[in-house]
C-alpha cells in the first residue's frame, strides 16, 4: 500500500519537536475582593503555564535551543549549570524571543520527587490530634472516573469531573452563557426528564407487582401520556426541593457546597449527594487538572527505608525546612508559622499551641542570629493537589528517633551554660598561660629569650615600684 505525500512544509512540523509543545495555559484567577491587593509579576506562578524547554550540552555551548534563532549565553548557561527555558513568545516586534527561565518549577518538581511521596485525595490536615489522614490514592478505579468512564456503574463509585461546570465558581456572565447553552437543548433535556418518568412508574409498578404476588414478567410496558408528562413537570416547578436533584442529574452538574444554617427552614433548591472523590471537592470546587496533577504515580507509601547500619525505619530520612514566616500577628490576626519544605510552603505543626515545648529556635519569633536563618528538620506525611491546582504538602516535625539513625539534630542557640565542643572534644592539650610573648619585634635584632623567673623578677619590680 502506498504511503501519502506530504510536501516538505508538513513534513518538517511534523518532526519539529517546537510544534509539538502544547498551548500555554490561563494564568491562575485571583479570587475578586474588594481590598486593595498587592501583586509580583515576577513571583513563581501556584503552577506552570509553559512547557519547560531543555537542550543537550553540545548545542547548548553554541546556544541552540531548537528555536528560530540561538538564546544568549549570558541568560542561559552562565547563570546556571542545569539552565531550563519557558518561551512566552518564539518572534515579537522587536525580533527577539521572549523568553525566562523555568527553573523554578523544574527545580521544585526534582525536589518533591526526592521526597518519594504519593499523591493523595485532598483531605484537612487536623493538627490538634495526633491521628494521621488516611491516605487514598487517586488512583483507584472507584474513585478515579469522569463522566464518560466506565467504572461509574459500579456501586459507590466516584468521579473527580462532570460533564457540567460547578455554578459556584461562574460569575454571572458565565452563568449566562451556559444559560443560553441549556435554553439550545431543551428539546433534548425534556426527552431525559420523559425517560426519567418512565423508569420511575416502571420502579414503582414493579414494586406494587412484587407486592401483590404477580408475574413480573407479565407486566406491560408504561405508558406516560403528554397530559401526564406536563402535569409532573408543573409538580416539579412548584416544589424546588424536588426540583433540585432532578436538575443536577439531567445537567451533571457536581454539588454545590452545604447550604447556610440561616436558609435551612426557607425553600430552596436541594442538591443531591456529592459524587465527586474527596469531600474537600464539595467545598472548593471540582480539580481542573487530574488530582494527582502527573507529579506521582505511587498508588502507596507502603515502602521501607532501609539503613545501611540499623536496618529498616518506620519513616524516611528527614528533611530540613526553612522557617519562612514565624508564629505571629500578621494583617491583625495571629498567623500561623510557615515553613518551606522542598520550594513547597507548608504549615508547622504545633501551629495552633499557645505554648510550644522544645520548639525549634526560630518558630516563635524572628530571630537574625542564626547561622544560615532558622532550619528545622521535618518528616513529610501527605501530599496533595487542590482544586485550583496547587500543591499542598502536611509534614510533622522529625521526633528524635527518626533523626538518631543519620546523626542529625536541630540547631540549638548557645547559653551561658553551654560546653563549647573544644570542651566536648578528646583533645586535652592546654596552651601555657605563663610564657611571655612579646607583642613587636624589631627588624634586625633578635631579643633575648626570658625565663619565667625573669618574668616573675620583672612582676615584683613593677608592683615594688610607686
Same mark, same amino acid.
Given at each position: 500500500m502506498a504511503t501519502a505525500r506530504i510536501s516538505p512544509t508538513a513534513n518538517l512540523l511534523r518532526k519539529s519537536r517546537l510544534f509539538a509543545l502544547p498551548q500555554a495555559l490561563k494564568p491562575p484567577q485571583d479570587p475578586p475582593s474588594s481590598r486593595v491587593v498587592s501583586e509580583s509579576?515576577?513571583?513563581t506562578l501556584p503552577h506552570p503555564i509553559r512547557a519547560s524547554i531543555v537542550t543537550p550540552a553540545s548545542s547548548l555551548a553554541r546556544g541552540d535551543w531548537g528555536l528560530k534563532r540561538p538564546l544568549p549565553a549570558r541568560s542561559t548557561s552562565a547563570k546556571s549549570s542545569r539552565p531550563v527555558v519557558r518561551v512566552k513568545a518564539l518572534d515579537t516586534f522587536e525580533h527577539v524571543t521572549d523568553f525566562e527561565s523555568a527553573a523554578d518549577h523544574t527545580v521544585t518538581l526534582e525536589k518533591f $520527587?526526592?521526597? &518519594?511521596?504519593? @499523591?493523595? @485525595?485532598?483531605?484537612k490536615v487536623n493538627y490538634a490530634t495526633s491521628i494521621v489522614p488516611r491516605h487514598q490514592s487517586p488512583f483507584e478505579s472507584h474513585v478515579d472516573n469522569t463522566d464518560t468512564s466506565k467504572g461509574l456503574g459500579e456501586t459507590g463509585a466516584k468521579q473527580f469531573r462532570h460533564s457540567g461546570p460547578w455554578l459556584a465558581r461562574q460569575t454571572e456572565v458565565e452563568f449566562n452563557t451556559y444559560l443560553q447553552k441549556v435554553r439550545n437543548k431543551k428539546p433534548e433535556l425534556l426527552q431525559k426528564l420523559r425517560q426519567r418518568l418512565v423508569e420511575k412508574r416502571t420502579a414503582e409498578r414493579k414494586k406494587q407487582a412484587q407486592d401483590n404476588g404477580e408475574d413480573l414478567e407479565l407486566l406491560e410496558p408504561v405508558q406516560v401520556t403528554e397530559e401526564e408528562? $406536563?402535569?409532573y413537570i408543573k409538580s416539579l416547578r412548584t416544589d424546588p426541593f424536588s426540583l433540585g436533584p432532578v436538575v443536577f442529574e439531567l445537567l451533571d452538574l457536581p454539588s454545590p457546597p452545604a447550604v447556610p444554617s440561616d436558609r435551612i427552614g426557607d425553600k430552596y433548591y436541594q442538591s443531591p449527594g456529592t459524587k465527586l472523590s474527596s469531600a474537600e471537592y464539595a467545598v472548593f470546587g471540582p480539580p481542573k487538572t487530574h488530582p494527582s496533577a502527573g507529579l506521582s504515580y505511587t498508588?502507596? &507509601?507502603?515502602?521501607?527505608y532501609n539503613h545501611p547500619k540499623f536496618g529498616p525505619q518506620a519513616c524516611q530520612r528527614p528533611v530540613e525546612a526553612r522557617i519562612l514566616r514565624p508564629k505571629g500577628r500578621f494583617k491583625g490576626k495571629t498567623s500561623k508559622a510557615i515553613a518551606g519544605v522542598g520550594g513547597i510552603a507548608v504549615e508547622d505543626l504545633n501551629a495552633m499551641a499557645f505554648v510550644e515545648q522544645g520548639a525549634p529556635p526560630g518558630v516563635a519569633y524572628f530571630d537574625a542570629s542564626i547561622p544560615g536563618g532558622a532550619k528545622y528538620w521535618a518528616t513529610p506525611i501527605r501530599a496533595s493537589v487542590d482544586s485550583q491546582g496547587r500543591l499542598s504538602l502536611a509534614s510533622y516535625r522529625a521526633s528524635a528517633t527518626t533523626k538518631a539513625p543519620y546523626n542529625i539534630e536541630d540547631y540549638k542557640k548557645p547559653s551561658q551554660t553551654t560546653i563549647s565542643d573544644v570542651a566536648r572534644g578528646d583533645q586535652r592539650h592546654v596552651p601555657r598561660l605563663d610564657r611571655h610573648k612579646p607583642r613587636w619585634k624589631p627588624t634586625g635584632e633578635s631579643l633575648p629569650v626570658q625565663t619565667t623567673e625573669d618574668v616573675a623578677r620583672n612582676l615584683m619590680k613593677t608592683l615594688r615600684s610607686p
Open positions: 509579576d515576577t513571583a $520527587q526526592e521526597l &518519594h511521596m504519593p @499523591l493523595s @485525595l485532598p483531605a408528562f $406536563q402535569t498508588r502507596s &507509601h507502603a515502602l521501607i
